[in-house]
């Protein structure tokens, strides 16, 4: 049974199928094959969403399946039935589990116990739907409509501001390793990266740079990148990380400092003001609503793949 909980679930070569099949279905939305006719996948979710749902809620539709959302305040999880015992009930009605929560380790016995293939779409520790599709949105740019999209993020470099901590800078590490990208992160050192991620990021094959200066994170970079300085689930250390983040706002100055063509990304939502300036919001190569569309496509490669993987 194959899963998608982190980036290296698919190896390099599959995360270019992925994007071979996000490419087509985009092209021919709504002409395509419906690899899951006749199946249910359950949307489990702990935390608030609009992307990630309406993307998987559409995508599954659009594969000719049927999403089924589940809040996790409305099913017996929420007054602590086992996720273990959940996952085997499930998988007598539905044919896979897309999951947002909190703690990674809860995507891995969900995986254990169901029999069924679990995509991950957003945990604290990792978002590779997300980066699946930023990387996407990247290479449809660099490699054009023809060209070939995995080979044109290889060597590009890759910075990111901010919280360099959490689920989407963890994230950028196993998605720059996997796909031939450098990057530089920049944060205060609260927040730099754990030894968990490290380590694992070291194994996708990716060195990285972790510094507190983020003009020299910038420099040469080919993205720059943001996220919320206050994760869901943190909004009670907002004032606080506000107050060291402050000196990792991606301002117009900044965003100024990194390659000439380089690409503002975030995956949203965003606070202007505090992780991102409205200009740079505002700027001509800021890409947030393609990163946003691009759920979708990918989103329904990697659910292709899995449905192909399952026979
Ligand atoms: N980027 C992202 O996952 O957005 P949502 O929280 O709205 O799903
Ligand atoms: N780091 C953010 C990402 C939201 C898509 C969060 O976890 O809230």
């Known amino acids: 049974m194959r899963h998608f909980l982190k980036e290296t679930d698919f190896s390099r070569d599959e995360a270019g199928q992925v994007f071979a099949l996000a490419r087509r279905f985009k092209q021919e939305r709504g002409r395509h094959e419906r690899p899951l006719a006749g199946q249910t996948w359950a949307m489990i979710f702990a935390k608030s969403s609009t992307r990630t749902r309406v993307s998987f809620e559409v995508g599954i539709h659009e594969l000719g399946g049927n999403p089924l959302f589940l809040n996790t305040n409305d099913i017996q999880i929420g007054r602590g039935e086992t996720i273990a015992d959940t996952a085997k009930v499930l998988a007598r009605f539905v044919h896979g589990l897309i999951v947002r929560t909190h703690a990674q380790s809860d995507l891995t016995v969900l995986a ?53 901590s959490f689920n989407m800078a963890n994230s950028w590490l196993l998605g720059a390793g996997l796909f ?59 004032a606080e990380r506000r107050r060291r983040l402050l000196p990792y706002q991606v301002t117009g100055k900044l965003f100024a400092a990194a390659k000439p063509d380089a690409l503002f990304m975030h995956c949203l939502p965003a606070h202007a003001g505090e992780e991102v300036a409205q200009e740079v919001l505002d700027h001509p190569r800021c890409v947030i609503f393609d990163e946003a569309e691009n759920r979708l496509h990918v989103q329904k490669g990697i659910l292709a793949m899995l449905a192909r993987s399952r026979g």
Request: hydrophobic share 45%; net charge negative; charged share 20%.
């Open 112 to 164: 254990a116990h169901g029999g069924l293939p679990v995509v991950n779409a957003l945990t604290d520790f990792l978002h590779p739907c997300q980066i699946y599709a930023d990387a996407f949105t990247a290479a449809e740019r660099w490699a054009g409509p023809q060209g070939d999209l995995l080979a044109s993020l290889r060597g590009r470099k890759v910075a990111f501001l901010g919280d360099t």
């Open 180 to 238: 031939g990208m450098k990057i530089a992160l920049a944060g205060p050192v609260e927040y730099k990266p754990g030894k968990e991620i490290s380590e694992m990021a070291a194994q996708a094959g990716g060195a990285f740079q972790f510094t507190t200066d983020s003009r020299e994170a910038v420099a040469g970079a080919d993205i720059v990148y943001t996220d919320v300085w206050a994760s869901m689930g943190q909004e009670g250390e907002a």
